[in-house]
């Protein structure tokens, strides 16, 4: 089964995770950046308004053709409790979803809020099948057990 993983990351967490379970289980890495990079100031005031809004940002790449894959692994951070704006328009940037499966997790400080719910409608609006979910704490992204669960996850998706 070919995989993709998909994450936006501020600070690198998100993309961490995503690396981890890359070297176990394989497949290709999309770092979705924003056009107009946030900084320590921008990232509060800008991002994190623009994520409660569920706003969609400008982002690199433009378009995510994930048609040669069959799972995709999408993280993001958790910013006022919802998904970033850069992750918002990295699902409406999705090319040749229809059909494919996914699995979504997000990093967060302590409290996720509507992420995992607001990701789960966009890419099932896109026609994408989320089969699988988690929540990291920042006391899990250290924690190996925490990171074999999603391992586990995707490497079941291959045989579901
Ligand atoms: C603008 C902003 C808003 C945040 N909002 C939340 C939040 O609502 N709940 C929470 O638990 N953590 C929140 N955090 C903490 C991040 O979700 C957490 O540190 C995450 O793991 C960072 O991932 P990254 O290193 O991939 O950017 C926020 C961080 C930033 C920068």
Redesign the pocket.
């Known amino acids: 089964m070919s995989r993709c993983f998909i ?10 995770v995503a690396r981890k379970v890359r070297a176990a289980c394989g497949g290709d890495f999309i770092d979705v950046k924003p056009q107009k990079r946030y900084n320590a100031l921008t ?2 005031v800008l ?2 308004y623009r ?1 409660r809004k569920g706003e969609l940002d400008p982002i690199e790449p433009k378009k995510i053709d994930v048609s040669g894959y069959d799972l995709i692994v999408m ?1 993001t ?6 998904p970033t704006p850069v992750i918002n328009a990295a699902i409406a940037a999705l090319k040749g979803c229809e059909g494919k499966k996914a699995i979504i997790y ?8 509507e992420t995992i719910g607001i990701m789960r409608k966009g890419l099932e609006a896109k026609g994408v099948k989320v089969v699988g979910d988690m929540v ?3 006391k899990d ?1 250290h924690d190996g057990k925490k990171i074999n669960e999603l391992i586990v996850m995707v490497n079941a998706a291959a045989i579901s």
Do not use: Q
């Open positions: 994450t936006h990351s501020y600070s690198g967490i998100t993309r961490g990232v509060y991002g994190g994520a993280g951070p958790v910013w006022g409790r919802k997000a990093t967060c400080g302590g409290r996720a809020g990291f704490f920042k992204v």
